[in-house]
């Protein structure tokens, strides 16, 4: 093994690895954001969903069926002839 | 969508201190590595997020053959979430690497086979991601992903042995490095524990993010069965 001063010092390469966990850690925490978003986006969509059918099924909602008092009131009435 | 279980933020929690320690271990215990540098301490988190992307690509495979034999859209989900979390981890070790290649190879990136079958074995899984989404019918596209979960997962081994089949000079930690390997180093007891710890804590990260996708993936599957509802009145 070769003396003291003549071993190599110890390369500086802090700034590689700060960049290293940068990414490391960065990109798994960016991942998690994502979650937040798509599930925001995700519920958005269920309540335009909902929207949509609640007019479609007030649309195609047949029109209320006389009352029995409404019937016999109209039976009441004189027919135009 | 509901609360998370009691379970699940447990899970997170757990996770969470786990990845703090691992934090704290690699920053504070493990000594620094004398020909490398700071830089070396990139492997305590590198090698458990090449580790975490096989697992989460073997789960896959698992998935795949119990969504095939049941026909559950539950395995469906558990393929397709954790495909694109062992993505996640897949590129985030694979950057790394690079960046720790550079003052150690003194260059970002080489055609090195460990490389170049690593990168391989990851578009393989861009690919599983990006085809599923061009399929519309749920049934076709899950037994597809199903079947390609299961014929991908070929590529991990090769990744895997592809540095004691062919001449590298990716560093060989466990078992006999190529004399041609640049960046070796044998770990003393504190690297040893630092590693091992990292190893377990990303194992439980994986899960913890398997579990939190698969809540997303529900709420997906409940968004497409409403389209559809709605497309059919």
């Given amino acids: 093994m070769l003396p003291f001063p ?6 500086d390469t802090v700034n590689y690895l700060i960049l290293g966990y940068i990414f490391l850690i960065g990109l798994p925490v960016l991942y998690v954001i ?48 | 969508m509901e609360k998370p279980s009691t379970r699940l933020q447990i899970l997170n929690i757990v996770s969470a201190v786990l990845i703090l320690i691992a934090i704290g271990l690699v920053f504070f215990y493990a000594p620094e590595e004398l020909v490398m540098g700071q830089v070396q301490r990139i492997f305590y988190f590198h090698v458990p997020s090449a580790w975490v992307g096989f697992l989460a690509f073997f789960v896959t495979v698992v998935a795949g053959i119990m969504y095939l034999r049941s026909g559950e859209p539950f395995w469906d989900r558990v393929g397709h979430s954790s495909v694109e979390v062992g993505l996640l981890f897949t590129i985030s070790a694979g ?10 190879w003194n260059t970002w990136w080489t055609w090195d086979p460990r490389l ?5 074995m990851a578009l393989i899984y861009v690919a599983y991601i990006m085809l599923r989404q061009g399929i519309e019918d749920p049934d076709r596209r899950a037994r597809f992903a199903a079947v390609y979960g299961i014929v991908g997962f070929i ?47 990303f194992t439980v990260l994986y899960f913890c993010f398997l579990a939190n996708r698969l809540r997303l993936a529900r709420l997906q ?11 059919a009145a």
């Fill in chain 2, 155 to 201: 590529s991990v081994p090769i990744t895997y042995f592809s540095i004691m089949w062919w001449r590298t000079i990716h560093p060989v930690v466990f078992g006999s490095a190529s004399e041609n390997a640049k960046g070796t180093f044998s770990m003393t007891p504190p690297m040893a524990v630092t590693f091992f710890f990292s190893l377990f804590a």
């Fill in chain 1, 34 to 81: 994502s979650w937040f978003v798509r599930q925001r986006s995700l519920q958005r969509d269920i309540e335009t969903i909902e929207s949509l059918k609640a007019d479609e099924q007030k649309r195609t909602a047949k029109p209320a069926a006389p009352s029995a008092a409404e019937l016999s009131a109209n039976a009441d009435k004189p027919r135009a002839s």
């Fill in chain 2, 221 to 231: 599957d409940r968004v497409e069965k409403l389209k559809a509802e709605l497309l």
């Fill in chain 2, 116 to 120: 170049t079958t690593y990168t391989i």
């Fill in chain 2, 95 to 104: 950057v790394a690497g690079s960046i720790w290649a550079r003052p150690i």
């Fill in chain 1, 6 to 11: 003549f071993i190599d010092p110890t390369p």
